[in-house]
């Protein structure tokens, strides 16, 4: 009976030390909660006492104008650039400029005495010179001009003429007669003369510039060199040239 009053008497579900409180694992629980909260907490409010920097107005509004007057500067640029180059095809279209040139249109070789010793005792050379403008609107002035006639490098004469107006569309003939007497060629030139006298045929280098000045439209001015070098060739003993081509006419419209 003792026994199992005593039974009787103990609480249900285990010894005393655990019938009271709430169970460990509940109690880490609610620690790692509550840390956690206060955690977030801290650091929520070090996020707000943190101090904001300030926005340089004055620094963002600088950047950007200059980031304008760039963008301005180099649109201005292109349209200046376009422009430009609408004008010149207008220009070349419409008005089609051409360069003013020298050509040589015909050749003689009068006269050619060679001694046998090196030299040219008398060589004569007709040469009918050509100074033409193809410009529809502007007449061009030539100066300076100057031909060189040569053989073998060696320099016979030199042909020149003072300055002269060409008319727009027209042409200016100008007759030469070059002539040298003992005119020394040296070994080199001496072997080429007797060579060439025994094919038959001689030739002859020329050589010349002029300065031009011409206007483009009647506003822009023009000044440029034109240049020309050939060889004309002879026939001997009749001194008829062969067909030759001899001009400093450019294969473009300025230059």
Known sequence: MSSSSTRGGETPGGGGGHAHGPPVHELETHLDARQTEE?????????????????????RHRSGA????????????????????????VVVLLLQPRAPYVAVRAASLDRLVYD?????DDVQISLRVEARNDNAHS??????????????GATLAVLRADTFRVPARGALPLAYVARAQGAPLGNVGSAAMEAALRDGVVPFGVEGEARTRWKVAGLVAINQWTRLACQIRFFWPNGTALAFKCSS????LFF
């Open 116 to 120: 046998q010793l090196g030299a040219l």
């Open 66 to 89: 200059l980031e304008w007057a760039a963008a301005v500067l180099f649109t201005v640029l292109a349209v200046v650039v376009l422009v430009g180059a609408v004008s010149i095809l």
């Open 39 to 59: 955690s977030r907490t801290r650091r929520g409010r070090a996020h707000r006492e943190q101090p904001r920097r300030p926005y340089n107005f004055r620094r």
């Open 249 to 252: 006419k450019s294969k473009f």
């Open 139 to 152: 007449a061009a002035t030539f100066s300076r001009l100057e031909c060189r006639l040569a053989f073998a």
